[in-house]
C-alpha cells in the first residue's frame, strides 16, 4: 500500500528564548573577535574593507545607537534602499537590535516602483545609498549615504530583549494583483536557518562564503549573510561593477569554499575564462531562486569538477527542500525535505497528504519555526495560505518512495524569471500605459538556453510600435528583473470561457 506524501522526522531543536536576531548573529564576536566576518570586494585580489567580528558588532550596537538617537524603536519599520555594501548589514541588524523591522528593498526598483513599496510598509525612516532616489513620501523621514555612515558614530545602544515570536524583518515579494506585498519574518527565522546548514550548504565556521545576489534578495540575506556570520564563518560581498565573468576570478583570489548564485549567474558564467581554475579552494555551488537547467549544471560540474547543491524556496519560509553534500539530490528532483521540516503534498481540496508518487500541491506545516508570521497587513490573504496545519505553498510537486521532491512548477500564474517572483499583473500594467497598447499579457517561458525570460503579448490599438520603444517604455517603469526580453504583437489574447487569459496557450504558442 502507498504511503502519504509526507515527510517527518520530527521537530528542529526549540529556538531558545529570549531570541533576538542581531544578538545571534554577532554572537561570534565573542567566541572569536579577532577573527575576519565581512570582506567587502571590490575586484578580485582587492579588499576595499575588513571587518573583524568584534568591530562589525561594535559598528553595528553604535548604528542601533544613530538610529535610536533618531527616535527608533520596537516595531518601527526602516526602509533600507542600499545596494550591497557594508552599510546594508550595519543597519539591517542594527534596526532588528533595536526590536525595529528593517526592510530590505532592492536597488534596481524604479521610483514609482519603490514609491508603492513606501505607501504600502509606512515607514518610520528611510535609509538611502549612494545614487538612488526616491519619490517625494509626506512624512516620511529619509537620510543619504552620508547620514547612514555617521549613524555609527553614536554611543552603542543595548540590544533589545525579545521572544522568538517577535516580529525581526520583512521583506518584499509580488501579490498576484501586481501591488508589493511584505512577507513578515519572526526573529526565530534566524534559528530556523540552522536546519540549511547540514540539510543544504554544509556550512561551518572555516566556509568563506561568496555569494552572487543582491542583500535585499531573501537567498542573498540569509545564505550570504545572516547565516555565515551566525556560524562564526566569513562572508564575502562583491561591489565592483557587473561582470558575468567575475565570479571565478573573485573565488579564486579570495579562497571562498562555498560559492551562492542563482542559476542565471552559473548559465552567463560557462565561457569565463578562469572556470575551471578559479574555483579550486572550492568545496561545492549553492543553487537556488529557479531549476537549475541540468545542461548548465553538468557543464559547469565538468569544468570545475564540484558539485552544484540546488534548493527550493520562497520568501514566505526561505528554502525548506534541498540536496546537499552529504545527502545530495536525486537526478531529476530538487532534493529531500531539511531534517526538522515537516512537508507534505496535498491535493486540490482538503488537508490529508496524497499518496506518494501521486501529483499535488507542494506544503509546509504550521510548526516549522521558519515560516512567516503572515502578510504585512493583509489577514485575509494570509488566512487563505493556509489549510489546517499547512501552509500551502502554490508550488505543484510530486514526493518519491524515498521522500525526494520533484518539483512540477507554479499552481498560480506568478512568474519566475531567473530567479525572481514576478506578477504577470505588474507588467501588464506597464504595458498599458503605453497608449497605442490595448490589451497585455505576461508570461514566463524557457529559452534555448535554458533560461526563464518574461514575455509580453500586445493587441495594438492602432499603428505598429517599434519594439525598441516598448522595451524603453517599460525600462522607465519597472526594474530590470521585471522587464519583458520578448515582445510580440498578437490579434487577440486567448482567453479561457470564463474570460482568464490563457497563459499556457501563448507559452506554447
Known amino acids: ?148 555612515a555617521d549613524l555609527r558614530r553614536h554611543e ?94 573573485l573565488a579564486a583570489a579570495h579562497g571562498a569554499t562555498i560559492f551562492a548564485a542563482a542559476p542565471g549567474v552559473y548559465r552567463q558564467m560557462q565561457d569565463a575564462p578562469e572556470l575551471a581554475t578559479g574555483f579550486a579552494t572550492l568545496r561545492h555551488g549553492l543553487s537556488a531562486g529557479e531549476a537549475l537547467p541540468e545542461a548548465v549544471r553538468a557543464t559547469w560540474s565538468a569544468a570545475t569538477d564540484r558539485a552544484i547543491h540546488e534548493a527550493l524556496g520562497m520568501s514566505e519560509i526561505s528554502t525548506y527542500v534541498s540536496g546537499s553534500p552529504s545527502r545530495p539530490a536525486p537526478p531529476g528532483t530538487a532534493g529531500f525535505p531539511q531534517p526538522g521540516r515537516r512537508v507534505a503534498i496535498l491535493p486540490e481540496e ?46 505543484r510537486a510530486r514526493m518519491g518512495e524515498d521522500g525526494s521532491i520533484t518539483y512540477l512548477g507554479r499552481a498560480d500564474d506568478l512568474m519566475n524569471a531567473d530567479g525572481f517572483r514576478v506578477s504577470p499583473a505588474e507588467v501588464e500594467a506597464a504595458l498599458l500605459a503605453h497608449p497605442g497598447v490595448a490589451e497585455a499579457a505576461a508570461v514566463d517561458m524557457p529559452v534555448a538556453s535554458g533560461a526563464t525570460v518574461i514575455a509580453a503579448f500586445y493587441v495594438l490599438r492602432g499603428d505598429p510600435i517599434d519594439e525598441a520603444e516598448l522595451a524603453a517604455h517599460c525600462a522607465a517603469r519597472l526594474a530590470r528583473y521585471k522587464r519583458p526580453r520578448i515582445f510580440r504583437a498578437v490579434e487577440a489574447l486567448p482567453r479561457t470561457a470564463t474570460g482568464k487569459i490563457a497563459r499556457r496557450q501563448l507559452r506554447e504558442a
Open 350 to 395: 482538503g488537508a490529508e497528504p496524497v499518496e506518494r508518487g501521486a501529483d499535488g500541491l507542494l506544503a509546509v506545516s504550521r510548526r516549522d519555526p521558519g515560516l512567516m508570521l503572515g502578510y504585512w497587513q493583509q489577514p485575509e490573504e494570509t488566512a487563505v495560505a493556509f489549510r489546517g496545519e499547512w501552509f500551502v505553498t502554490g508550488d
Open 156 to 249: 552603542p545602544a543595548a540590544i533589545a530583549t525579545t521572544a522568538p515570536d517577535d516580529p525581526a524583518y520583512m521583506v518584499m515579494t509580488s501579490g498576484s494583483g501586481g501591488a508589493p506585498k511584505g512577507v513578515l519574518h519572526a526573529q526565530r527565522a534566524a534559528w530556523a536557518r540552522r536546519m540549511m546548514w547540514e540539510g543544504w550548504y554544509g556550512l561551518g565556521p572555516d566556509d568563506r562564503m561568496l555569494h552572487a545576489g543582491a542583500f535585499n534578495w531573501t537567498y542573498t540575506l540569509g545564505a550570504g549573510l545572516i547565516d555565515p556570520l551566525a556560524a562564526g564563518a566569513t562572508a564575502l560581498i562583491y561591489t565592483g561593477p557587473a561582470d558575468r565573468h567575475v565570479w571565478p576570478a
Open 1 to 148: 500500500m502507498p504511503s502519504p506524501a509526507l515527510h517527518d522526522t520530527g521537530p528542529f531543536t526549540p529556538c531558545p528564548a529570549p531570541f533576538n536576531l542581531a544578538a545571534y548573529v554577532l554572537a561570534a564576536s565573542a567566541r572569536t573577535p579577532g577573527k575576519v566576518a565581512l570582506e567587502v570586494l571590490s575586484a578580485p585580489g582587492t579588499v576595499a574593507e575588513r571587518w573583524l567580528y568584534a568591530d562589525l558588532a561594535e559598528a553595528v550596537t553604535r548604528t542601533a545607537g544613530g538610529l535610536a538617537a533618531r527616535g527608533i524603536g520596537r516595531g518601527d519599520r526602516v526602509l533600507i534602499r542600499i545596494g550591497n555594501s557594508s552599510l546594508f548589514p550595519l543597519v539591517l541588524f542594527a534596526a532588528n537590535a533595536l526590536g525595529a523591522v528593517p526592510v530590505p528593498t532592492s536597488a534596481a526598483l524604479t521610483v514609482p516602483e519603490i514609491g508603492k513599496v513606501i505607501v504600502s510598509v509606512g515607514p518610520r525612516l528611510v535609509c538611502l545609498g549612494p545614487g538612488l532616489d526616491l519619490p517625494a513620501a509626506p512624512g516620511v523621514v529619509v537620510i543619504g549615504p552620508d547620514e547612514v
